[in-house]
């Protein structure tokens, strides 16, 4: 009898197991579009930076689907390197949405550009205006030395007049990569140029037109350039040129 109705008990568990696993998901997956770009308020620019995600250290976008809590887990998008993003598999909700990083923080009070936005009905754009730490921009075009290395001529300026965002400027680096994803979460060693600033000496370089030169003769392929320079604030995000090539033969 003990036995029966251990077995009876079992049969039940596994009905009610099989039962539950057979049930229809009948939630709709993530169609929707939500797309953009991260621009320099005062460029009109798209804003440089690393191809970057959830724990990357160039820009993201920050989602806080405010639909059915008051206290969401955040969701980042991924922004590509010239400041646009686009995630086509995102849930119909309305989120509060806000850009991150080499920037003036859009949610401090006063300069609050956080976004409360309904993301339904196909795409959904949501652009960013930011004050950057630093511009960083070329100045003529990189030039190929007989030595085999090559050297660039770029210039940097604060790109905020907000005192609280002008902290010392730490590095200033010629990234160089075989492939265009170049930057300082991806570049090669040998030839790339890094220097690093203590305390003050850093400030000296803003507005000055440097000329910076890689490290060792570069094998014959294309090469893709980026400079970055970078102020001692929060996680040290760097601010970036634009991305130029160099065919060496």
């Known amino acids: 009898m003990k036995n029966s109705i251990q077995l009876i008990a079992i049969g039940l568990t596994l009905l009610f197991a099989s039962s539950a696993c057979n049930k229809i998901d009948n939630y709709d997956g993530p169609t929707e579009t939500l ?32 639909s059915w ?25 309305t989120y ?17 550009q956080t976004k409360t936005v ?11 205006m930011v004050d950057p730490f630093l511009r960083v ?14 050297s660039v001529k770029v210039r940097v300026t604060r790109g905020t007049h907000n005192p609280d965002f002008q902290q010392h400027i730490i590095n200033l680096a010629l990234f160089l990569c075989p492939y265009e994803y ?13 220097i690093s600033y203590s305390g003050d ?14 490290t060792g003769k570069l094998p014959q392929k294309d090469w893709y350039l980026r400079v970055g320079s970078r102020i ?18």
């Open 35 to 66: 797309q953009g770009q991260i621009m320099d308020a005062g460029t009109g620019q798209g804003l440089q930076s690393e191809v970057s995600g959830d724990n990357g250290a160039g820009t993201r976008i920050k989602l806080l689907e405010i």
């Open 69 to 93: 809590s008051d206290n969401p887990t955040p969701l980042y998008l991924a922004t590509k390197q010239d400041g646009t993003y686009i995630n086509t598999k995102v849930f119909a909700a």
């Open 96 to 112: 509060h949405i806000l850009a991150e990083g080499a920037f003036v923080p859009l949610d401090l009070a006063g300069n609050d």
């Open 118 to 128: 309904d993301v339904k009905g196909g795409a959904t754009t949501v652009d960013f």
């Open 137 to 150: 921009e070329w100045v003529g075009e990189p030039v190929l030395n007989p030595d085999g290395t090559v």
């Open 182 to 194: 170049v930057g300082n979460n991806n570049y090669d060693s040998r030839y790339s140029t890094i």
């Open 201 to 214: 000496a850093g400030n000296a370089i803003v507005g000055q037109t440097l000329t910076l030169t890689s």
């Open 232 to 249: 001692a604030y929060g996680t040290n995000r760097y601010n970036y040129s634009t991305i130029k090539m160099v065919a060496v033969q």
